[in-house]
């Protein structure tokens, strides 16, 4: 029986290789025959009762061709590969114009809702929606690339085009910007724009991952279209951030448009700032890694800053004394900032001299009084704390001079003073005679010295204010400790009246002392304060306030052995570790 079983096991496993090698045979048969069976399909086209076989015949060219690609050594792979690749470029470039067509149907991807706030739309209906997809897995499947770039194009135009259109309808308060009209906060251009762009992202990301397969090649695509709209976003913004015109300009009107440039600045980094985590995260749609774009999103907004950052350096500098100038007929600048247009009744009748003083500090005015507004001085205080934490900002000397607006403000005002009256005695000798001149200087230190008033009085309200605060928030860490001053009476009256449990009393002081303190540090890290200013005040106030109360309580009562065997414990904070401890917990040693 064993020879009868040998020989049939030989038997079946040559039919069975028998088997395999015409089924492989039939494939390869199968191979052969495709450029011959869908010719005729591939020649009618992606036509409306076509485009499912034209579908798989394009499917079958693409299997066929990676299949004598890899069987070179048959004779007649060459031959039959050629003919293969002619219909598959043929039923290319057929699918190739249907894509682009079916891509050119794109409509809106947003719903205006209000002015700066946008919904999101369909930008395909979803038929159309449904053939693009179909079209993007053919070609998925047979290894073409072709398509992401047109992809990329369209939806960059149709972006473009979006932006441009927003943009030309704004034209009149784009040009005002720059231009030399009052500034106007009620109607912003930019923060329409910037609303736009975010909602514009938001569609491209769900369209991209409805539409495109997840792979490298497609991210990259869409990271092109990210970078595409920010690149219009820092066209646009260019202007208002560029200094470049302002410095040709005469130096009242230098000076005139500086101080409006910071309010519009400082307006443009609060509708940015306000988008700038959704619009990071939606340009880097790998969270492992930055992308270009998010890169560039963090770029712009450091632009922004710099341009702020720039403007506090120049209004806050005796450079603004170049405002006030002498010259041989009155310019009239115009009113940057509204309410402050030239007065031409001060000339009466100067026609040899005139100075400048009135524009100037007329608009210099009112950018102080806006400083110290609760809007403006927000902006101001955002603006600092984000060019602290930017690397490439952090060494600007602005930065270590002013943390709130209302210091830059008092810098401002007592250039502003020096300027006027070094200017104003110059002009004082050679106009007296005229008695109008004395009045226009009489009304501008007036109007200097009555500002500076009011605002020092706000600045010394905000000052208390922020006192307040640092101090609460130094009581708030006394109190954990049990070092506020109720503390310190209670166990100061139950250590004298209970003598017989004054060590117990004293392990349980140090012991609340040491856990708070414990449970102090432990949060070290999420106390930030980015402000090197505002961090060494704190420091100071906070070492001040505990440091004080712990060190007499510790000189008094450390010396007295209340346990026998834990006193190290107990003792666990010296004043100096403590005072240490303090005066680093916000990030660095005062």
Not at 43 to 59: D, I, S
Not at 291 to 315: Q, W
Not at 413 to 428: I, Y
Not at 521 to 534: F, H, K, P
């Amino acid at each position: 029986m064993k020879p009868i079983q040998v020989t049939t096991g030989r038997y079946m496993k040559a039919k069975n290789n028998i088997t395999e090698t015409l089924q492989e045979v039939g494939k390869t048969y199968d191979y052969f025959r495709v450029a011959n069976d869908v010719r005729e399909t591939i020649t009618r086209g992606y036509v409306a009762n076509n485009q499912k076989e034209f579908l798989e015949a394009f499917k079958k060219l693409s299997q066929a061709k990676i299949f004598f690609q890899e069987h070179k050594e048959i004779k007649s792979a060459q031959s039959v590969l050629s003919s293969l690749e002619s219909l598959l470029q043929t039923a290319t470039s057929t699918c190739s114009q249907e894509f682009e067509k079916l891509l050119s149907q794109s409509g809106k991807s947003v719903d205006k809702l209000a002015n700066t706030h946008y919904d999101q739309a369909p930008p395909f209906p979803t038929d159309i929606a449904k053939d693009i997809k179909t079209l993007c897995e053919a070609f998925d499947s047979s290894k073409y690339i072709g398509y992401y770039s047109q992809y990329q194009t369209s939806r960059i135009q149709r972006i473009r085009g979006d932006l441009k259109e927003l943009e030309t309808s704004q034209g009149a308060l784009w040009n005002s910007l720059q231009g030399e009209d009052p500034y106007q906060r009620n109607n912003l251009p930019f923060t329409e724009m910037i609303a736009l762009a975010a909602a514009l992202l938001r569609g491209e990301y769900q369209l991209w991952t409805s539409l495109l397969p997840m792979n490298e090649e497609s991210m990259s695509v869409f990271i092109s279209i990210c970078d595409a709209l920010v690149a219009e976003l820092q066209r646009l913004f260019s202007p208002l951030l560029s200094d470049k015109a302002t410095k040709s300009l005469p130096g009242s009107t230098q000076v005139i448009r500086q101080s409006k440039m910071l309010l519009v600045r400082l307006d443009l980094f609060d509708a940015f700032n306000a988008r700038y985590d959704e619009l990071r995260d939606i340009c880097h749609p790998d969270a492992r890694h930055e992308s270009t774009a998010s890169l560039a999103v963090k770029n712009m907004r450091s632009m922004i800053v710099e341009a702020g950052i720039h403007c506090v350096s120049f209004l806050t500098s005796a450079s603004i004394a170049e405002g006030f100038s002498m010259t041989k007929k009155s310019t009239v600048v115009g009113g940057l900032v509204a309410g402050h247009q030239h007065n031409a009744a001060h000339d009466d009748g100067i026609d040899n001299l005139a100075c400048d003083l009135h524009p100037v500090t007329g608009n210099l005015l009112y950018l102080a009084k806006e400083l110290v507004s609760n809007d403006y001085s927000t902006f101001f205080r955002r603006m600092i704390d984000v060019a602290h934490a930017d690397r490439n900002l952090a060494d600007d000397p602005v930065l270590s001079m002013y943390v709130e607006a209302d210091e830059a403000v008092l810098a401002l005002l007592d250039h502003l003073l020096t300027a006027m009256e070094v200017r104003a005695e110059k002009f004082d000798e050679q106009i007296k005679s005229k008695a109008s001149g004395r009045r226009s200087l009489a009304v501008n230190h007036h109007a200097l010295y009555d500002f500076e008033d009011k605002v020092a009085e706000e600045c010394v309200q905000s000052a208390r204010k922020l006192k307040t605060e640092q101090e609460m928030f130094c009581e708030t860490i006394a109190l954990a400790l049990g070092l506020s001053a109720q503390d310190m009476m209670e166990f100061q009256h139950a250590y004298d009246k209970d003598k017989a449990n004054q060590s117990r009393l004293l392990k349980a002081k140090f012991s609340m002392f040491n856990t708070g303190m414990d449970a102090f540090l432990a949060q070290q890290g999420e106390w930030r304060v980015s402000s090197a200013a505002l961090r060494d005040v704190l420091a100071q106030q906070l070492t001040q306030r505990i440091l004080s109360t712990y060190a007499t309580f510790f000189a008094t009562y450390s010396a007295i052995k209340f346990s026998k065997k834990h006193m190290n414990e107990y003792l666990k904070y010296t004043p100096a570790q403590l005072e240490l401890h303090l005066r680093s917990f916000f990030g660095r040693s005062t």
